[in-house]
């Protein structure tokens, strides 16, 4: 079945600093990709997502490749800011069946001023 | 302003006591799911329907039931049958697709829900 896989957190970092969080698949077919967000104690938010190889996602300083040749569409962020501390779920539509989301454990991130 | 929203935000509940939780969205989306969330955790999906009057199993049903009577409406049960309920649960609805083409989930704030 499907399934992500994304970097254990949590990852800690500086104001300014550069973030890559990883994230690889397992799917059949075409899945679509998608990077969600969610602060504490809220539901989650559409941060990017991609439909296609090589396409890339992005949104408010984020951006992530989908990359099928390495099953992968890692995340990303040239200068992260205080407000960016959340935790991060990579997460994969597949193209046929069910169309529910299977989803990575989540990455806690926390930026330090 | 078009939405989802899920209540009540917490719930305690007694062992042996079944509690539903409310999701009503009115973005007219045929597509809704429930997730639970547990700490460290992804999400799992629960129960998910694709239109009115039909629901499917998820990954986790067990101890789970819902209903879909409505379009913008998907409560979910949680019944005495699950063992370890405690946990936050999330709500999500997106357009029906076909083909390959992708489908965006919107997400509700949660219901967090506590067994004492």
């Known amino acids: 079945g499907d399934s992500v896989t994304q970097m254990e957190g949590p990852v800690t970092l500086s104001e300014e600093a550069f973030l890559t969080i990883n994230c690889t698949y397992t799917?059949?077919?075409?899945?679509?990709l998608f990077w969600y967000v969610q602060y504490p104690g809220e539901g989650l938010q559409l941060l990017l997502k991609?439909?296609?190889?090589?396409d890339k996602g992005s949104n408010k300083g984020f951006e992530a490749t989908y990359r099928k040749e390495t099953t992968s569409f890692h995340l990303e962020k040239g200068s992260v800011q205080v407000s960016d501390s959340a935790v991060y779920f990579c997460?994969?539509?597949?193209?046929?069946?069910?169309?529910?989301?299977?989803f990575g454990s989540g990455t806690r991130l926390q930026v330090q001023p | 302003d078009g939405g989802i929203t899920q209540s009540p935000k917490y719930l305690f509940r007694k062992e042996g006591q079944n509690v539903t939780l409310s999701c009503e969205q009115n973005?007219?989306?045929?597509?809704m799911y429930w997730y639970r969330q547990d700490p460290g955790q992804g999400l799992r999906l629960i129960y998910y329907?694709?239109?009115?009057?039909?629901?499917q199993k998820g990954d986790i049903a067990e101890g789970y039931s819902v209903s879909r009577e409505k379009k913008e409406s998907f409560p979910l049960t949680v019944t005495s049958a699950q063992k370890n309920p405690t946990a936050f649960y999330l709500c999500?609805?997106?357009?029906?697709?076909?083909?390959?083409?992708?489908?965006?989930?919107?997400f509700g704030p949660g219901t967090r829900l506590t067994v004492l």
């Open positions: 973005l007219n989306h045929d597509a």
């Open positions: 799917a059949t077919g075409y899945p679509s």
């Open positions: 329907s694709q239109i009115v009057n039909d629901f």
């Open positions: 991609a439909t296609k190889a090589d």
């Open positions: 999500a609805s997106s357009i029906r697709t076909s083909g390959r083409s992708y489908n965006e989930q919107f």
């Open positions: 997460a994969l539509s597949g193209d046929t069946g069910r169309r529910a989301l299977t």
